[in-house]
Every structure is written in structure tokens, then in C-alpha cells.
């Protein structure tokens, strides 16, 4: 019995991960990760991304009305026992109720985002 041999036809579709460097791909994600939770305010910066494997970023920073710098930094880490999250540097908090369900819902959109805007 003969074998048939199937192929793809290859298509001509730009790959951003073909011509970027990890640095600018990374970028590219955190600022994308950021438009996931609505529109940015004017002034302010956001980003959202997955820092490495079951480790995720959520940075925020803004200029109050006096001028001064502010910014908060929470990470996420998703492990066998639940996920957890950690602000500005204090202890690890287990998320539960809504705020892991936002986050699910946020990661789950991320990573779909990723596949279709930048790896796709």
C-alpha cells in the first residue's frame, strides 16, 4: 500500500518572534498584557505579562497630582497549591473568591492575545 504524503502549503505570513529579539518580544507582551484591563490613563503606564514559567507581572506606575513618580508591582506565582501573589516585596497572599477568578480570566486572555496578535 502505497503511503500519501500530505504537505503544507506555506504561507507568507510575517513572524514577529523571526525578527525580534527576546527583549523586544518580551516588551511587546507586557504592553500588550497592560490593554487587557481596559484603556490606559493618560500619564499612566501598565504592563501584564509572564515573566517566566507560572510566573506572571502586573506593574502599574503614574505620576500623582503633585509630580512624584508612584508605581506598584504584584507578583503572581501559580503552584500546585493555588496561586499567589505578592506585593511591593511584602509575604505571599493565596488569592481566592473573585480576585482568582480575575486572574484566571486575565491569563487565559493573555496568553490567547499572545497567540493571535504575536505568535501567530
Known sequence: M???AFRRKKQNIPRYSN???YTDLMNLESQWGGTLFGPIPAGHQRE???HKKNVWIWYEGWKDAA???KDITIRYE???SGVFKRV??????KLEGEELD???IAAKNYLKLMKTKLYY
Open 2 to 4: 502505497k503511503k500519501l
Open 102 to 104: 480575575n486572574f484566571r
Open 67 to 69: 509630580g512624584i513618580s
Open 88 to 93: 511591593a516585596g511584602e509575604k505571599y497572599e
Open 78 to 80: 501559580v503552584r500546585p
Open 48 to 50: 501584564f505579562f509572564e
Open 19 to 21: 525578527s525580534l529579539s
